[in-house]
């Protein structure tokens, strides 16, 4: 774990959901699935959505896992991972993603590791607002 008393402004974050979150700071979630790939490689900010997963996945997770989730931190940034890979899911990516193949088709796994988990979470300066975005700076303008 650890402490950090200055947030890096220029580091990106994205949103995940419990019970993915608290894999990936255990390590035991090594590859995220999403819809889109991504160029980002590097240290990201973990930052846990308001909402809970509404998947089935998320509840057998729960078991498998003996997680509390009223425990689990909501809202906040949680820690920091590297993003090392992104290439398509293939089925053997199951117990990596620890979502069911299934889920996996036409998605992209976002390889992670390196994951660090503050002792206290953060608050965002800024929420979310899309995929990607700053917590503690505000929003680039479009031109």
Not at 2 to 8: E, L, R, V, Y
Request: one cysteine or more; glycine letters at 6%.
């Amino acid at each position: 774990m650890t402490s950090i008393t200055h947030p890096d402004r220029d580091l990106i974050g994205l949103g995940i959901r419990q019970p993915w979150a608290e894999l990936i700071l255990r390590g035991i979630k090594t590859i995220e699935v999403r819809s889109q790939p991504t160029n980002v490689r590097g240290p990201i900010y973990l930052y846990v959505g308001k909402k809970f997963a509404d998947i089935p996945a998320a509840g057998r997770i729960v078991e498998r896992h003996e997680l509390d989730p009223d425990a689990l931190p909501m809202g906040s940034i949680v820690g920091t991972v590297d993003i090392v890979d992104c290439r398509p899911c293939e089925p053997l990516d199951e117990p990596s993603s620890c979502v069911p193949s299934t889920l996996m088709k036409n998605k992209f796994g976002w390889r992670l590791a390196n994951p660090v988990r503050f002792d206290e979470p953060m608050k965002p300066r800024f929420l979310p607002y899309g995929v990607w975005f700053y917590p503690f700076k505000r929003r680039p303008k479009s031109s």
